[in-house]
Nanobody
Framework: QVQLVESGGGLVPAGDSLRLSCAAS????????MGWFRQAPGKEREFIATISHDGSNKLYADSVKGRFTVSRDNAQNTTFLQMNGLKPEDTAVYYC?????????????????WGQGTQVTVSS
């Protein structure tokens, strides 16, 4: 059974940092692009970052560029999202997703597998 499990969320003051992890099982992890998305209540799910199979290609949403860094450790079947300089508007449930060969790596509908999400809350 395929599982993606996010962890590392929490409540932090503005300006602080968090590191999210997404551990995968049931897939050949190194075959997959991994994406990070977030969704706040009443808002659409939005793209945050994606990383290619070997980590050579990374892409970020403009809203997080320069603050967030995506990485992966294929030996651990895990992708990470390092979030620095957090802002209240970063508050959301953060999801990881996987797809072998997404046509559009920034589009949620092109990912096959999803985790349950982890809550990130940034206070002002």
């Amino acid at each position: 059974q395929v599982q993606l499990v996010e962890s590392g969320g929490g409540l932090v003051p503005a300006g602080d940092s968090l590191r999210l992890s997404c551990a995968a099982s049931g897939i050949t992890f190194s075959w997959y692009y991994m994406g990070w998305f977030r969704q706040a209540p009443g808002k659409e799910r939005e793209f945050i970052a994606t990383i290619s199979h070997d980590g050579s290609n990374k892409l970020y949403a403009d809203s997080v560029k320069g603050r967030f860094t995506v990485s992966r450790d294929n030996a651990q079947n895990t992708t990470f999202l390092q979030m620095n300089g957090l802002k209240p508007e970063d508050t959301a449930v953060y999801y990881c997703a996987g797809e072998i060969n997404p046509n559009r790596a920034t589009i949620q509908y092109d990912y096959s597998y999803w985790g349950q999400g982890t809550q990130v809350t940034v206070s002002s």
